[in-house]
DNA sequence: TCAATGTATCGACAGTTATCGATGAATGCA
DNA sequence: TGCATTCATCGATAACTGTCGATACATTGA
């Protein structure tokens, strides 16, 4: 996860038809990569945390709002909104006391066609 | 991961615009389902099977040419495809002593779609 | 029928992960 | 300054997961 892909890269060759993932054998440091990036999704947790910071007013959410829908401890819910954030998912911004997480529906988007275009 | 929804839903509903991960609160049981989807993606082994099945001519490999590409024991390789046969993105197919497995591209396209249209 | 081969299953083990309570740091308010 | 609140970190624990060797099963060919 180091050097931001863009998110549709015109497609000059013919080749980039359909998925990264099923265009070329992957190599072990790409699949790495690429795995880490699913791993941020596969979490019932973290797909419902993303989804209430997505469907909250301007894609932002306080963190301290979203404990109580999915039913977890406080630390719990910290551990998967840095998750998120690692993964690029979400960013994390302080104001005062609170920590207002926002969707990065770009970085969503970037997954997305990995699998597909 | 029961019914089978169709890969690309004719958007009738104007707020079908993005993604259903996006577009609504995910429920706990939607989330478990849609995680569990991922899991099977946030594995670098399995991504590479995934990707060594794909470009083999027609999408089709035998799963005794797959272990030495990534580098695993065979009943690690076994298990992998399991999980990827259970998740469906793969179907492995008996023939003689030989297990065919083959990419399900549609699979791909769901799980894709899932994120974004 | 027997040996060889490809695959699945079993048991074990190490590493990872999700979870929580307790605690500490930072901020705002009275 | 002191207190309440919000969040992150720590430590512990239970559960899950990836991995392999050993072994059992199934199929083919001699």
Avoid: Y
């Avoid at 992957?26 to 990569?33: H, K, Q, R, T, V």
């Amino acid at each position: 996860m180091t050097a931001p892909t863009p998110i549709r890269p015109t497609a000059t060759d013919a080749e980039v038809c359909c998925s990264r993932l099923l265009a070329e054998p992957l190599g072990a440091d790409d699949a790495s990569e690429l795995a880490a990036a699913f791993k941020a999704l596969a979490d019932p947790v973290r797909l419902q945390l993303l989804s209430l910071i997505a469907v909250a007013p301007g894609g932002t959410a306080c963190s301290c709002d979203l404990e109580e829908p999915v039913g977890r401890s406080q630390p719990t819910v910290s551990h998967h909104l840095s998750i998120l954030a690692d993964a690029g998912l979400i960013t994390k911004e302080k104001i005062g006391r609170w920590v207002n997480c926002t969707i990065v529906p770009e970085r969503l988007a970037q997954l997305r066609d990995l699998l597909g275009t």
